[in-house]
């Protein structure tokens, strides 16, 4: 596995956890392309400054080898990326309504 296939995946995973989160939570939903667009841009978001800890993709695949729990930590942050960028748009959103 290489540094950008994890990225992929660490992606994939934002936008699946934002479209579900708002599947199931209707009142914070912007319907299949919002949702998608938030997720990718959540995950990233989220990845990029826990990645200076050291959960990026290249630290999970130092030295050639590969570590699981880093990877594990890493879809975990983006999966909780895609979550967190779709609540705060929507409290934005909110804010601006009013």
Known sequence: ???TLISLISIFIGILTANLFGYFRKKYTFGLTGNTLIGVFGSILLIKTFGRVGFDPWS???FG???SFLLT???LVSAIGGIVGLI???LIKNRMNK
């Open 1 to 3: 596995m290489t540094g």
């Open 60 to 62: 999970i695949m130092k």
């Open 65 to 67: 080898n590969f570590n």
């Open 73 to 75: 930590i890493n879809l």
């Open 88 to 90: 705060s748009i929507k």
